[in-house]
């Protein structure tokens, strides 16, 4: 890649990445809708695949999601310097938002018109996250196991009361012993292919 074309894709990260920061509420998963048609259908610079991988690695470390995976993304297209990129144009919205609200938020909030639009927000979200994770579950969920693990996951969290980070680093080494079980299944029937 030349540095024209460097410098582009650079400026189309930070573009693409403000302005999914600037039009999308609700964060995290109510940002997957823009995510996908910006990056997946528009530029095909990620897959489905890999964009639920970075949502399922942004959710396990620390930090918030959506810069999370637009770090990923950044430095996929154009290595460190498209990550920092990336999370600033993610971010940059945000912090402009936040500083002109932080001003106004105690003057504005006890007016009823302020509140009944904080409650169509909130609906508003409710409805793209529900869509969201419809959408998730039918791209993750792909045998009766994962379906399993999703149920006990959500009894955990929601009845149980469970931390989330307790839920995925049991789902994460339940992961690994699962892969390494069905590594060894398969090295151990190769060998017995090859000695008969």
Same mark, same amino acid.
């Given at each position: 890649?030349?540095?024209?074309?460097?410098?582009?894709?650079? *400026?189309?990260?930070?573009?693409?990445?403000? &302005?999914?920061?600037?039009?999308?509420?609700?964060?995290?998963?109510?940002?997957?809708?823009?995510?996908?048609?910006?990056? !997946?259908?528009? &530029?095909? @610079?990620?897959?489905?695949?890999?964009?639920?991988?970075?949502?399922?690695?942004?959710?396990?470390?620390?930090?918030?999601?959506?810069?999370?995976? %637009?770090?990923?993304?950044?430095?996929?297209?154009?290595?460190? #310097?498209?990550?920092?990129?990336?999370?600033?144009?993610?971010?940059?919205? %945000?912090?402009?938002? #936040?500083? !002109? *609200?932080?001003?106004?938020?105690?003057? #504005? %909030?006890?007016?009823?018109?302020?509140?009944?639009?904080?409650?169509? !927000?909130?609906?508003?979200?409710?409805?793209?996250?529900?869509?969201?994770?419809?959408?998730?579950?039918?791209?993750?969920?792909?045998?009766?196991?994962?379906?399993?693990?999703?149920? #006990?996951?959500?009894?955990?969290?929601?009845?149980?009361?469970?931390?989330?980070? @307790?839920?995925? *680093?049991?789902?994460?080494?339940?992961?690994?012993?699962?892969? *390494?079980?069905?590594?060894?299944?398969?090295?151990?029937?190769?060998?017995?292919?090859?000695?008969?």
């Amino acid at each position: 890649m030349g540095f024209k074309e460097k410098l582009k894709t650079i *400026l189309d990260l930070y573009g693409i990445f403000a &302005r999914i920061g600037t039009f999308t509420i609700g964060g995290g998963l109510a940002m997957m809708p823009m995510m996908q048609r910006e990056l !997946i259908e528009k &530029r095909k @610079w990620i897959t489905e695949e890999e964009l639920i991988d970075y949502y399922a690695v942004g959710q396990s470390t620390p930090g918030i999601v959506a810069v999370n995976v %637009s770090t990923f993304v950044g430095y996929k297209q154009a290595g460190i #310097i498209g990550g920092i990129v990336s999370t600033l144009g993610m971010i940059t919205p %945000s912090l402009l938002i #936040i500083m !002109i *609200l932080a001003t106004f938020i105690n003057s #504005i %909030s006890d007016y009823p018109y302020v509140q009944k639009a904080l409650r169509g !927000i909130n609906v508003a979200v409710a409805a793209l996250m529900t869509y969201v994770i419809i959408n998730f579950a039918r791209k993750t969920i792909k045998n009766f196991e994962n379906a399993i693990f999703m149920l #006990i996951a959500f009894v955990l969290v929601f009845f149980f009361k469970v931390p989330s980070f @307790w839920i995925i *680093l049991s789902a994460l080494l339940i992961g690994i012993i699962l892969t *390494l079980a069905t590594r060894s299944q398969v090295k151990n029937q190769n060998d017995k292919d090859g000695n008969q």
